[in-house]
C-alpha cells in the first residue's frame, strides 16, 4: 500500500464563512485527486470503496463525493488512474467537514523491467499491437448479459460556469457486446433531475437549428437522437459499438480503424499494476486534425481506453496557448472511453462525449432604416444608437444601390446615430429616382425595395459594438456515464419499463429503482471550474 498524502482545501466558492460546506454538500463526504508532481486535477480517476465493488470517478476537476454514511462506517477506499499508482486508504482519515486533497504519484517501470525490457526484441508493432486489440474484442468484452449502474450528467460550460446540469442514475442491461447495442441494449432511469443549485441557462437549452443557423456546431452536424442526451452517449463509445459505423475516423472500428489512421507506439504505462502498451494516432488525411491514444494491455490486448479528440481547422486557440496535443486549434469534439478488468472481462467504467457549440446572437448597433430625404437630396442611415464619428464619416463604409446600379457617394455628414449620403449623381437621374418613388406602378414600397444600403466597419459611440455584427456564444456540451457497479450476471430488476431512446431523458420518463437504491448516488461537480 503506498503512503497517502492528504490536506484540506478551503474553497470558498463551495464553502460557508468558517469554511465549512454548505447545507445540500453536509451529507457527503468531498475530496479532490491530484498530481502530486503538478498539482493539477487527476480527470476521471477511480475511487472504488474497497468492501462494496462500488466507486465513483473524478470530476474535472479531480474532485468527487462520497456518502458520509461510509465515513461513518469506517470504510476504505482505493483511488486509481492510467499512470499512476493505485493508493488505498480509510476513509476517516479525511475531514467530513471540509474539501480535501489527496495526491497521486506516476506509476513508473522498475529499473529490472526497464533492463529486462531493453534486452528484448523491439516487440510487435503499433498495428500489430492495434489489429491483436481488435481481433481480440469478443474475448477480451462480455459476451453475456450484465448490467452497468452508475451515475449520468449532460451539462454545457458557459466559460468555466457549469449550466443546464441533469443528473441521474441510471442502469444500463446489456446483452453483451456481440449484440449491436443501440437496437438491443436498455436503460432503466433509478432517478433523475435537474440540478436547481446550478444556473439554467435558456440559449444553451434550444434545439440544435442548422435549417435557421441558430444553434450549431461549427463545421459538423450531430444526430439529436429526439434530444436523448444518452442515447448520443452511447453511440459515440467506438469500442461497444465496433461492428458499426460510428464517428468520423473511427467509422467500423473493426474495418476501417487502422487504415484511416497514422499509428505510433509510445512509452508503455500502467493501470491497477497492468502493463499498457500505448498507441497514439492520428488521421491518415491533413484535414481536419485528429489526435488520440489507445492504452493496450500487453497481457491479452485488451483495450482499457480510448481518447479520440478532433480538433477545428478554422477555430484558433488564442494567442501563445496550445492544445493538449501541442497544437493551435480548439477542440471541436471529444471522446474518452475506459473499460476496466472485472470478473476476467473488461467492463465499462466511465465514457465522456464533450463538443462545443456556438448559439447565434442578433446584432447589438444595427442600421434601423435607410430612406430619401427628398428636399436635402440625400440617403438617410438611421441607427439604433450613435454612431462613432471617426468610422461613419468613412464614405469606403457605404454602398448605396438603386434598382441594381451603384450610386456613387460625393460626400456625407454624421449626425449622432444619422448619417446623411449626397448621391453623386446628375440632375437627370435624381429626377428619375424621384419619378420611380412616386409613380402608381411603382409606389413606395417598390422604391424601399429598390434602395439597398450596405454598410459595414462602423462602430457605436463606445466602440463596443460593430454595426450589424452578428455574435456567437460558445458552449461546451458535456454527456457523462460513470459507472458505480457492475452486475456482471445481468440485472436484479425484471419486468420494469425503460427508458424511451427518442425522448430526453428529464421529459415524463418511466422510473424503476431497486430495493438498494440508497446505495447509488450523484457525484455532483463544484459550481465552477478553477482557473
Known amino acids: 500500500m503506498q503512503k497517502t498524502i492528504f490536506c484540506v482545501f478551503f474553497a470558498f466558492f463551495a464553502l460557508g464563512q468558517n469554511g465549512k460546506l454548505l447545507a445540500q454538500e453536509q451529507e457527503f463526504l468531498r475530496a479532490k485527486v491530484l498530481d502530486q508532481q503538478t498539482g493539477e486535477p487527476v480527470i476521471f480517476a477511480t475511487v472504488r470503496l474497497l468492501s462494496k465493488a462500488k466507486g465513483v470517478i473524478t470530476n474535472m476537476d479531480g474532485g468527487f463525493r462520497l456518502p458520509l454514511t461510509y465515513w461513518e462506517a469506517g470504510e476504505s477506499v482505493e483511488v486509481s488512474s492510467m499512470g499512476y499508482e493505485k493508493k488505498e486508504f480509510e476513509l476517516q482519515m479525511l475531514s467530513p467537514q471540509d474539501i480535501n486533497i489527496v495526491y497521486l504519484t506516476t506509476g513508473v517501470l522498475s529499473l529490472t523491467e526497464a533492463v529486462v525490457s531493453a534486452k528484448k526484441k523491439r516487440g510487435p508493432s503499433a498495428r500489430q499491437i492495434v489489429r491483436k486489440a481488435i481481433e481480440n474484442i469478443p474475448n477480451n468484452y462480455p459476451q453475456r448479459d450484465f448490467a452497468a449502474i452508475g451515475y449520468y450528467r449532460d451539462y454545457q460550460l458557459r466559460e468555466n460556469d457549469y449550466v443546464n446540469l441533469n443528473e441521474a442514475i441510471l442502469e444500463v442491461v446489456d446483452k453483451g457486446f456481440h449484440t449491436k447495442d ?62 458499426i ?77 496550445l492544445n493538449k496535443h501541442g497544437g493551435k486549434f480548439e477542440a471541436l469534439f471529444e471522446v474518452a472511453t475506459e473499460y476496466k478488468r472485472k470478473y476476467n472481462k473488461m467492463f ?74 449626397y448621391p453623386k449623381v446628375n440632375d437627370r437621374d435624381y429626377e428619375n429616382m424621384l419619378v420611380d418613388m412616386d409613380a402608381p406602378q411603382f409606389g413606395r414600397d417598390f422604391f424601399a425595395k429598390s434602395l439597398v444600403a450596405r454598410v459595414t466597419n462602423v462602430w457605436n459611440r463606445s466602440l463596443t459594438e460593430e454595426v450589424n455584427k452578428i455574435r456567437y456564444h460558445t458552449y461546451r456540451q458535456y454527456r457523462e456515464f460513470f459507472v458505480q457497479e457492475v452486475k456482471h450476471n445481468g440485472s436484479v430488476l425484471q419486468d420494469t419499463l425503460f427508458m424511451k431512446k427518442d425522448v430526453p431523458i428529464f421529459e415524463n420518463q418511466p422510473m424503476s429503482r431497486p430495493d438498494n437504491f440508497d446505495d447509488y448516488w450523484m457525484n455532483t461537480p463544484l459550481q465552477n471550474i478553477e482557473e
Request: aromatic share 14%; hydrophobic share 35%.
Open 245 to 321: 459505423n460510428s464517428y468520423d475516423f473511427v467509422n467500423v472500428f473493426e474495418r476501417d480503424f487502422i487504415s484511416n489512421h497514422q499509428l505510433k507506439k509510445e512509452d508503455a504505462s500502467t493501470q491497477d499494476e497492468e502493463q499498457l502498451f500505448v498507441i497514439s494516432f492520428r488521421q491518415t488525411s491533413q484535414k481536419p486534425d485528429v489526435r488520440g491514444t489507445l492504452y493496450i494491455s500487453k497481457r491479452d490486448f485488451s483495450i482499457h481506453k480510448m481518447e479520440y479528440t478532433l480538433y477545428d481547422p478554422n477555430r484558433r486557440l488564442e494567442k501563445a496557448q
Open 182 to 243: 443501440n437496437a438491443q441494449t436498455k436503460v432503466r432511469i433509478y432517478d433523475y433531475r435537474p440540478t436547481k443549485f446550478f444556473e439554467q441557462d435558456e440559449e444553451g437549452r434550444l434545439s440544435y437549428d442548422y435549417g435557421n443557423n441558430k444553434k450549431v456546431i461549427a463545421n459538423a452536424y450531430l444526430n439529436s437522437y429526439g434530444g436523448n442526451e444518452f442515447t448520443i452517449l452511447r453511440v459515440h463509445d467506438a469500442l461497444r459499438n465496433f461492428e
Open 348 to 421: 465499462p467504467n466511465y465514457i465522456s462525449f464533450y463538443n462545443t457549440f456556438q448559439v447565434r446572437k442578433p446584432p447589438v448597433f444595427i442600421v434601423e432604416e435607410v430612406s430619401m430625404n427628398r428636399k436635402k437630396g440625400c440617403f438617410v442611415v438611421k441607427f439604433n444608437d450613435d454612431a462613432d464619428f471617426k468610422t461613419a464619416k468613412r464614405k469606403t463604409n457605404y454602398a448605396i444601390r438603386f434598382r441594381e446600379r451603384k450610386i456613387a457617394i460625393d460626400s456625407l455628414i454624421v449626425f449622432d446615430d444619422v448619417v446623411e449620403l
